[in-house]
């Protein structure tokens, strides 16, 4: 099938473009995004789309229009400029479509999950029927961070707001991006192929032994695993990396252990593992908590837990049979830390 694919940035096109070859697709790209300003910022990344295109052999038509003054014109008013956005390239692009014989039409804008991705699905079939061409709808979000990874790696420009001047604005006034509205248990695919993260539903316990090289309790450890959720990163497909998290309240989720196999340490698997909770957490929760060691501060307030919450007096000696050593350092009080989500 012959798919006409409209392409807001080359960073965004990365690994729709492969999701859609995986598919057995016939692939041919479409620029026209007028919503980029300034100019300077339009040109970038027309640029860099270009030079993409060229890399990975895609055909790409260039609808190289920028006129500021009519595009802002268009919109009907600035709360709904992102309707009117979505509408004014995808009926550009599924007239193309049309015009040129294309069975059906996507967007790259099914990526991010920073847009209003059942807005732009809706709009997208509403034009697809108007001009006699089908919306290709696929939810690209799982693959987004290992897109933004991949397009760092190769050294693409990656633009630092969505395109137009107000995206800009909010951009330089540091407005944050509201929560990503992701269903419950959507999970983002890890950046690296060879690197999988899983959360493990079924035989959680086969992972004592790993856990218990953090925790020595086997029963805190047992509970904590009855209540929590447990999730696995596996490097060609060994377990290299395990987290378990419990949810403390409708707010907050708290990471209860994170290990690391002797065998895989140094690689930064405990960073990644930690990222991925986050990412995946953001929709569902505020912060996350962690309890630790006061060896271990400094390793959680780089990955991002940089709120202190309390301590806890005397938690090893009261909760542990005999002493508890991390290194050198006899363990006594339990020291929490916080990350927010969102």
Known sequence: MAVLLHICCAPCSVECIDALREEGLELCGYWYDPNIQPYTEYRMRRDTLIEYAKRVELPLELADEYDLRAWVRMLPNLDDRCGACYASRLDRAAAYAAEHGFEAYSTT???SPYQ???LIREIGGRIGQKYGVEFLYRDFRPRFRRGQ????????????????????????LRKEHSAPKLSE?????????????????????RYIG?????DPSEKLVE???????????????????????????????????????????????AGRLIKYLADNYKPRFRKMLVGTTENNIP????????RYEKTVKNFFTENYDGEIF????????????????S
């Open 185 to 205: 248990g959507f999970e983002f695919l890890p950046v690296e192929p060879e690197v999988t993260i899983s959360k493990e539903r079924k035989d959680k316990r």
């Open 299 to 306: 390793f959680y307030v780089k990955h991002g837990f940089d």
């Open 223 to 269: 509970k904590y695993l009855d209540d929590g959720e447990l999730f696995v990163l596996r490097y060609k497909g060994e377990a290299a990396s395990v987290a378990v998290t419990v949810r403390v309240d409708d707010e907050t989720v708290e990471l209860k252990n994170l290990v690391t196999d002797e065998r895989f340490r140094g690689r930064g698997y």
């Open 109 to 111: 804008l099914l990526i």
């Open 326 to 341: 991390d290194g050198e350092l006899k363990c006594e009080d339990l020291y929490c830390y916080s990350r927010r989500l």
């Open 116 to 118: 209003r991705h059942d």
């Open 210 to 214: 790993l856990l218990l090289e953090a």
């Open 149 to 172: 990874y991949r397009a760092r790696e190769m050294g693409l420009y990656m633009q630092k707001y969505c395109g137009c001047v107000f995206s800009e604005e909010e951009a330089a």
